[in-house]
């Protein structure tokens, strides 16, 4: 088993900028690929961004490429995610992701199989 704990959330306004933390715990050599997920209230999860975590090749949504940058501390454990120029539809409750093979879609949350409990991300206008 994989225990994923994120940390880093919290209240920002536009503009603001916000770095979230994934920490591994547990059986984490079942982990090959991390992913960062939102869940705006009301909405669907979606995939934000994912990185391989032998290579470090990233894999982003079109609607943060360029704002959000994904990084991993394979020494820590731990994943990032860097969020530059926050705007209100970033507003989402953030999760992360694990699994352990790679795949056509490392944006689909139907292919992980581990996950954390979020974190809460709100920009203000």
């Known amino acids: 088993q994989v225990q994923l704990v994120e940390s880093g959330g919290g209240s920002v306004q536009a503009g603001g900028s916000l770095r979230l933390s994934c920490a591994a715990s547990?059986?984490?050599?079942?982990?090959?690929?991390m992913a960062w997920f939102r869940q705006p209230p009301g909405k669907e999860r979606e995939g934000v961004a994912a990185?391989?975590?032998?290579?470090?090749?990233?894999y982003y949504a079109d609607s943060v490429q360029g704002r959000f940058t994904i990084s991993r501390d394979n020494s820590r454990n731990t994943v990032y995610l860097q969020m530059n120029s926050l705007n209100p539809e970033d507003t989402a409750m953030y999760y992360c992701?694990?699994?352990?093979?790679?795949?056509?879609?490392?944006?689909?949350?139907?292919?992980?199989?581990?996950w954390g409990q979020g974190t809460q991300v709100t920009v203000s206008s």
């Open positions: 992701a694990g699994r352990l093979l790679s795949g056509p879609n490392y944006l689909s949350a139907r292919e992980y199989k581990n």
């Open positions: 547990g059986y984490t050599s079942s982990v090959g690929y």
């Open positions: 990185i391989g975590l032998n290579v470090g090749r990233t």
